[in-house]
């Protein structure tokens, strides 16, 4: 895929501009800059997300519509760990998750219909893992349908874009339509599922006819990937897991929907600290859950929590409560005579844009406006630090 002289050109250009080379010709060296110019892109788009793989420079990386969907190394090799045995893969597309499949022992059969996709991610394979994969070029779905009963685990990650390059969400308007997999489900085959962050988890529970376990997987407070797994003692009801990969116990909570439900989370006014739910929590749903009794919720349809002392184990952003009030110009002068502060808003009838905009807030500095709907359903307004993290 690449010579020599090709990976010795990326490595001295590695963090030059791609737009500003791909003008200068002279700098060329006779080798194809329409070819280079895409590898230094790639490499600088994803080295915080596939290190290991930019840190070898054989491998040769597909075009930028391959790239986005690709999984992280950290959510690849929390999926590896859920599965083992004989695994396809049905959407091969960049192969990171396959990688990772075979990385931790297991019989991988990666199957693409790109065929010059699939010729990259085969050169990728065999760089990163030798001949341990089998790639096969075509249907993935077909093909698993010739040889039914032949896995352990069917890994799906359909495609997000409809017929016309828009971005789409719900599962049976993904590609391919997980609703063909189902009836492949057996004794000793299992089926896991990753989806867009932004599917709805109940939903997809419903239309999945029950899972076993549901995953919220997250990267620094950011949900990256829903995962289902799903045989045939399948449950509408299934356990729910956040992680956060970035913490070396990347378990931060865990529950039911039914638990979610029957729970009664207290309601209170704000005391001494506040606190922000990790993202994954509030993916998952479990908004009274997150209270507990130290720790209050500050309105029914606010998912902001607070007590009278700090609960350090709560997983989310922690923050000290300076001043509270109504947002209006004399309070603003009054306590944030800088100018300056981040603002978050929950149920709150403006945006944090238009806070800004309205009472002219430069953002950043230390403290933190929280613009809410309180128990009372009165709209106000705290200031806030942010607790250290110990």
């Not at 590695?14 to 737009?19: I, L, R, S, V």
């Not at 391959?66 to 959510?75: C, G, H, R, V």
């Not at 495609?159 to 057996?186: F, M, T, W």
């Not at 349809?301 to 409560?321: A, C, D, I, M, W």
Request: hydrophobic content about 35%.
């Amino acid at each position: 895929m690449l010579s020599e002289e090709e990976i010795k050109f990326i490595q001295k250009h590695a963090q030059d501009d791609p737009y500003q080379l791909s003008l200068s010709k002279g700098l060329s060296e006779g080798l194809s800059l329409s070819k280079l110019v895409p590898q230094i892109q790639a490499r600088q788009k994803l080295v915080h997300k596939l290190p290991s793989w930019i840190a070898n420079h054989q491998l040769f990386f597909p075009p930028q519509l391959n790239l986005e969907q690709a999984s992280s190394e950290d959510t690849a090799l929390f999926k590896a760990d859920l599965i083992q045995g004989k695994v396809i893969d049905l959407t091969g597309g960049m192969g990171v998750d396959t990688w990772a499949f075979a990385k931790k022992g297991n019989s991988v059969t990666y199957v693409e219909r790109d065929e010059k996709l699939n010729q990259i991610t085969r050169y990728n394979h065999q760089v990163l893992v030798g001949d341990s994969i089998e790639h096969i070029v075509g249907d993935g779905v077909a093909y698993m349908k010739e040889h039914p009963s032949q896995w352990n685990y069917i890994y799906l990650d359909p495609a997000r874009r409809g017929s016309k390059g828009e971005k789409v969400i719900l599962l049976e308007d993904c590609e391919p339509n997980v609703q063909e997999i189902l009836p492949y489900i057996k004794q000793a085959t299992s089926l896991l599922l990753k989806t867009s962050p932004l599917l709805d988890i109940s939903r997809a529970i419903q239309s999945l006819h029950g899972v076993n376990q549901v995953w919220v997987i997250c990267v620094k407070n950011e949900v990256k990937e829903l995962l289902f797994l799903k045989s045939l003692e399948a449950s509408m009801d299934p356990i729910i897991e956040v992680h956060e990969l970035s913490l070396e116990n990347s378990l931060i909570f865990r529950a039911k929907l039914s638990e979610e439900r029957e729970a009664n989370a207290q309601l209170g006014k704000l005391e001494n600290y506040l606190y922000e739910p990790h993202a994954g929590i509030l993916k998952a749903g479990f908004f009274k859950l997150a209270a507990s009794q130290q720790i209050h919720k500050m309105g029914n349809n606010t998912h902001l929590y607070t007590s009278k002392e700090r609960v350090e184990s709560f997983p989310g952003r922690q923050f000290k409560v300076i001043a509270l009030g109504n947002l209006d110009k004399k309070w603003i002068e009054t306590h944030l005579p800088s100018g300056k502060a981040n603002i978050s808003t929950r149920n709150f009838p403006m945006s944090p844009e238009d806070i800004r905009k309205k009472w002219k807030i430069k953002e950043g500095g230390p403290w933190t406006l929280f613009a809410y709907q309180d128990e009372q359903q009165k709209n106000v307004v705290a200031l806030t630090e942010k607790c250290p993290v110990n």
